[in-house]
């Protein structure tokens, strides 16, 4: 049974809320991808939308959206998700994860893309 810790980010705020969701919950975001929008009522937002824009796998390997599947990946990068470079014209070799979401996934990011009514409030009820 799938269980992910789920970081919801609401853009108007600038706020962030963790939940953790498991069960038929956690099995609307199994095989979806970065990018992909999917309703509120899996985090306890009914009246919204929200867009997976990332997330990372239990040991923290991000995921990246230009690696297709769940499969790990060796990549040399030059900045963007996964490494921050530290001078001009550094790279390195990093591990990532696919950008669909499998069991393998720990932690999966999401933001408020539509709805109607206060994020916060909708967090703080419970």
Do not use: C, W, Y
């Not at 939308?49 to 040991?59: C, H, L, M, Q």
């Not at 390997?61 to 490494?83: A, H, I, Q, W, Y």
Request: aromatic share 4%; glycine share 14%.
């Amino acid at each position: 049974m799938a269980e992910f810790k789920v970081v919801v980010a609401d853009p108007e705020t600038g706020e962030t809320f963790q939940r953790e969701v498991d069960g038929q919950d956690a099995n609307r975001f199994l095989g979806r991808d970065v990018g992909d929008e999917i309703g509120g009522d899996a985090v306890g937002l009914s009246d919204h939308t929200v867009e997976i824009t990332g997330g990372s796998d239990e040991t923290g390997r991000p995921m990246r959206e230009d690696v297709s599947g769940t499969r790990l990946k060796e990549l040399l990068l030059e900045g963007g998700v996964g490494f921050k470079p530290s001078r001009e014209g550094e790279r390195k070799r990093i591990t990532v994860r696919g950008r669909e979401i499998a069991d393998d996934v720990a932690q999966i990011n999401v933001s408020v893309v539509d709805g109607e009514g206060d994020v916060a409030a909708a967090f703080d009820d419970e």
